[in-house]
């Protein structure tokens, strides 16, 4: 005959519940799965509601940036440093802020604001709208580049009234996403 020892009948204890728990598991799994159809869409509405701005709606801020495309209004700060870019899309002193290459820079992820996270998702002929001064300009996408981090050749600069935006690029620290949109019209 077999001899049980309190090790062996610990084991086989332990052995028996993992078989229960696994046949409990796949009996509770089904009935926890079932979405309620009811609270899902309100939950969605309510997001949306929450991150969607009316398009009617004028921002608060005297200077900003908007990206209907990707939802975007964000508030403009002068300087591009660490502190400027966590709560502001930043403006480079070297550029224009109003006539010529206007240059503006954000985070795309993993900062307390990351306002450019989306700018990849941008294609030519996309709209942007930026005020400054009390004025409201459109202008229209015509160029999304990656570049070399050491490449300023897009913030020079222009006859031409642009916006240039650049942010990084995921996992690339030697590479920036670089946006270009040129003027199309005031707005009032």
């Given at each position: ?67 209907p495309k990707i939802n975007l209004i964000a ?114």
């Amino acid at each position: 005959m077999f001899s049980y020892t309190r090790k062996s009948i610990n084991k086989i204890a332990l052995f028996v519940a993992i078989i229960i728990f696994i046949i409990l598991e796949s009996f509770i799994k089904p009935i926890q799965a079932k979405p309620v159809e009811e609270e899902t869409p309100q939950v969605t509405e309510i997001m949306e509601v929450a991150t969607s701005p009316e398009p009617s709606e004028e921002p608060e801020y005297d200077w900003y940036i908007e990206i209907p495309k990707i939802n975007l209004i964000a508030p403009i700060s002068e300087g591009t440093d660490m502190e400027t870019l966590n709560q502001f899309v930043g403006h480079f002193e070297e550029t224009k802020k109003e006539n010529g290459n206007v240059g503006l820079a954000a985070h795309n992820r993993g900062y307390p604001q990351n306002y450019f996270q989306d700018l990849k998702s941008l294609e030519i002929n996309d709209e942007v709208f930026y005020k400054y001064n009390g004025i409201k300009k459109k202008y229209k996408i015509e160029r999304n580049v990656i570049i070399k981090d050491t490449n300023w050749h897009y913030l020079e600069n222009t006859k031409e009234d642009k916006i240039t935006m650049i942010t990084c690029v995921e996992n690339k620290p030697e590479l920036r996403r670089c946006l270009q949109a040129t003027y199309v019209e005031g707005v009032s």
